[in-house]
């Protein structure tokens, strides 16, 4: 009998890290694969994790105590059973475009934005997993890993139901049924529209949009730091900051992986 896909998820934010499981383990278009989801909640862990496992597919986020996920992912490339399986990187701090294509050029990974819509992280990973479904145990190694469609990606990121929130028009992709009349969400009459973060962190909310269906924007204030997270139908679809500290280009510039004049 064939051997299910193993998933190895290195996340220190268990709110999220069980949103990628439960992708994983119940969408529609992923749990026929009975995939094998083991976690790691630190860089540390999960480089440990993959040595001991040596997993189809490598999900991991790049801000995370002990050991971040640029190691992490240096480490899996080192290593002669990480030269070619897919890993998808997740970051909170993505902004600049060049700053993603070197990542993807010098790790050969894929890139996703947090908060990430779960439809559109569950098509990436039904990509990227395709070789492990097709053959669990005698996979052909490609020369390079293959990340996912770009048309996915900036769909994902940047693309179509983005563009069409800024501009007021409905999004035309994926289509969705017919409208019907909204219920309010059980304990909805309770849940607040503002609040302190110590009482409801934003992983929290945020499965309180996607359980409620909710649609409009999240926003985050701390003194003269803002966020804006803009949601439709319970998922996330890009994130707005102003901190430029925040992007992943300084972050890049900081590990001298890009230089201040490239991210000018």
């Known amino acids: 009998m064939a051997q299910s896909p193993k998933v190895l998820v290195i996340e220190d934010d268990l709110h999220t890290q069980n949103i990628i499981r439960q992708i994983l383990t119940r969408d529609l278009a992923l749990r026929h694969l009975h995939l094998n989801v083991v976690t790691a909640s630190d860089g540390e862990e999960g480089i440990a994790r993959f040595r001991e496992l040596a997993p189809d597919l490598v999900i991991t986020d790049l801000l995370m105590p002990k050991v971040d996920g640029f190691k992490v992912v240096e ?13 998808l990187v997740l970051s909170a701090v993505f902004r600049d475009r060049q700053a993603q294509t070197k990542l993807e050029r010098d790790f050969g990974v894929c890139f996703q934005a947090k908060p990430f819509s779960p439809r559109a992280l569950a098509r990436i990973l039904v990509g990227l997993l395709k070789p492990a479904a097709e053959k669990p145990s005698e996979r052909a190694a490609p020369e390079k890993p293959a990340p996912a469609p770009r048309a996915a990606l900036v769909r994902a990121v940047l693309g179509t139901e983005a563009r069409n929130l800024a501009s007021g028009k409905e999004p035309t992709e994926p289509p969705r049924p017919a409208p019907r009349e909204p219920e309010a969400p059980r304990g909805a009459a309770e849940r607040p529209t503002t609040g302190s973060l110590l009482d409801r962190p934003v992983p929290a909310l945020l499965l309180d949009l996607f359980e ?3 649609s409009g924007t999240l926003e985050l204030r701390r003194g003269k730091i803002r966020k804006l997270i803009h949601v439709m139908a319970g998922h996330p679809i890009f994130v707005q900051s102003n901190q430029r500290n925040e992007t992943l280009g300084q972050m890049l510039v900081r590990r001298g992986l890009l230089g201040a004049a490239q991210n000018a």
């Open 75 to 87: 480490t899996i490339r080192a290593d002669a059973r990480g030269k070619t399986i897919p890993v």
């Open 212 to 214: 409620a269906e909710a």
